[in-house]
Structures are given as C-alpha cells and as structure tokens.
C-alpha cells in the first residue's frame, strides 16, 4: 500500500510538474494601449523637463511577454480596472540633466520598469520607439496676474496687489498668472481686500506661486435677480483633430435643460440671445475613451461678467458624454 501511495503522489508531482513547466515553455503576449509616462519634478530646481511643452506621455502601444497563465491573469486586471500603467520618468536617472533635447528610448524605459518586473513579464517591442525630452532651464521673471470667474472669464474690474510676481520659468515664456474667484469670494471682495495664490501653467502643470495677491472689487451695482434660463442650448467645441471626423452624444443631456441665474434684466436678455448658453469643449483623446466628463463652461457675456451683472445660481453641470463617428453620406445617383 504504501509503495502504491508513493506511485500516485509521484505520478500527481510529475503531472503538476509538467503543467508547469508547459506553462512557462508557452509564452503568451498581451497588447497594452494608451499607459502614460509622467515627468517628475527635477531634484535641481533651475531645469524643467517635458514632452514637447507637456508633462506627460501617452504610450500608443506596447506588448508583454510571459507565461500565459500571467500574461491571462495581467489581462483579467486590465479589464476590471484593478491594474493601471503610469509610470514615471526621473531625468535625472537618464543622464538627462543639462538644457537639452534627449530622445528617450521607450522600450529600454520599459525594460526597467519595476512594476512590470514585479508582475513576472517582460516587454517585447512598443510603439513608438523614443519620445524627445526636452530640459530648459528656468529663469526668474516678473508676469501679470489677472483675475478670472469660475468660467474663465475675466474680471477686468478687479484690483490686484501686487499686480506681477516673479516665477521662475523657460527663456521667452510670455503667459499669465491667474487667480480664480468663486461667486462668494467676488461678494466678499466688494467689501473688503481677499487675499488668493496665483498660479501658472506650465507644461500642462499647475504651480502655485508662494507670493499671495489682495484682490478688491467694486462695490456691486444694479441687483441681481433670480432667472431660470429654459430651453438652454449648449455648442460643442472640437479640437482640430477632430472637427469633422467625429460628433458627440451627451449621455446626462437632462440635466442641462435648465440654468439658473442670478442677472441683470440687460445681462439676462443678452444671455439668453447667445447662440448657445454653455459649451463643451471637445479634447484630443475623447474618442479613445468609452465615457468621458468635463465641466461645462457657461457662455455668458463677457462685457457683464466685468461689470458683475450675471452670475451662475447653481452648481456648475459635469457633462457626461462618448463620441461616434457619424454614419457616411450615401452617394446620389447621377442621371
């Protein structure tokens, strides 16, 4: 009996044992689209690097390599959202530390990556090849701060002490600092001096600078009046790359049936004769998402906004929308 048991345990070892190492001589692959490399913050303060003016990179496509069983399970992860690829690119560790444009090898990038190390794969090609990194070294200079609403427009009535500050950005950057009031931030500023960061974009990053700003407003005028803006219209707004090629459907359209505000008769009218009360501005890399959200930006009339005449009465809507490609024209017959 016990030279039976013996028999079957080995036979059981000898079988698993197989399964395994049929499992690693199989190799599997899986296909990973849109991952995502960011850029870290030098260690030296004077450089700034980035993509092309971006901090971030989208990867079109790169392929794992390993056995099918973890190439299935990385698969499974992927699908259900639990696994993500965002990685982080030190130019330091690059050798990428003087102002200069460095091409940077993706695949080599990859290859030491410790998060698909620690998943037990390998990466066996990508696409594309190298992405040029661009290091500048920044320099102080003094910019104007301006002062916008909560849809960008710009509150030109506005005091600001003190009316620049000094950044430390790229040679020959010409942007602004901005400093953004919410509806109960302009009341308060109407009767006494509110002080806010400014902040500038760079990169495609916020900085926020140290020197705070004093921000007044002018006492308000005319009353404003509660209205309710029905039907409301809203415009859609497609980058270049996508004019044309592809349309989009709101999926929370009820919601922006309706927009209350609080106006002046003259900024009410003049709102509601706008071709559309609020847009939607469409992004590159929309059509590659199944569902993507974006605040909506309130169309009001930028000579009201300055003169605090109109003003959102509710919650800004978070529109909720997909792109399609819209069905091809049928030819016509010709007689």
Do not use: H
């Amino acid at each position: 009996m016990k030279t039976k048991y013996r028999k079957m345990a080995l036979a059981s070892f000898i079988t698993i044992l197989i399964w395994v190492c049929t499992d690693l001589a199989l190799d599997d692959r899986l296909p990973v689209t849109n991952a995502v490399i960011n850029i870290a913050n030098s260690a030296d303060r004077s450089l700034w690097a980035s993509f092309d003016e971006e901090a971030s990179f989208t990867i079109e496509e790169f392929v794992l390599k390993g056995p099918a069983s973890t190439i299935a399970k990385a698969r499974r992860s992927l699908d259900n959202g639990s696994l993500a690829f965002k990685f982080v690119l030190y130019p330091e560790q690059q050798g990428m530390s003087s102002p200069v444009k460095s091409p940077l090898n993706i695949l080599d990038f990859l290859k030491q990556s410790k998060q698909i190390k620690e998943l037990g794969l390998t990466v066996e090609s990508c696409r594309p090849e190298t992405v040029l990194v661009n290091v500048v070294k920044l320099t102080k200079t003094s910019v104007e701060v301006r002062c916008f609403d909560e849809n960008q427009n710009p509150l030109t009535q506005a005091t600001i002490e003190p009316p620049q500050v000094e950044v430390s950005v790229p040679q020959d950057w010409a942007e602004i600092a901005e400093v953004k009031l919410n509806r109960s931030e302009i009341r308060q500023a109407r009767s006494q001096a509110i002080k806010k960061t400014p902040y500038f974009k760079l990169a495609g990053k916020i900085i926020e600078i140290q020197t705070p700003v004093k921000i007044t407003m002018p006492p308000e005028g005319e009353k404003l009046e509660e209205y309710s803006i029905t039907p409301a219209k809203i415009g859609f707004v497609f980058s270049q790359n996508l004019a044309g090629k592809y349309d989009a459907k709101l999926q929370n359209e009820t919601e922006m049936a309706m927009i209350s505000i609080k106006a002046t008769p003259a900024a009410k009218n003049a709102y509601e004769q706008q071709p559309f009360q609020m847009l939607l501005y469409i992004r590159d890399g929309d059509e590659k998402a199944p569902e993507s959200k974006r605040q909506l930006v309130y169309n009001f009339p930028a000579e009201y906004v300055r003169e605090g005449e109109i003003e959102l009465n509710q919650l800004p809507v978070e529109a909720r929308f997909k792109l399609t490609t819209p069905p091809q024209a049928e030819p016509t017959a010709s007689n």
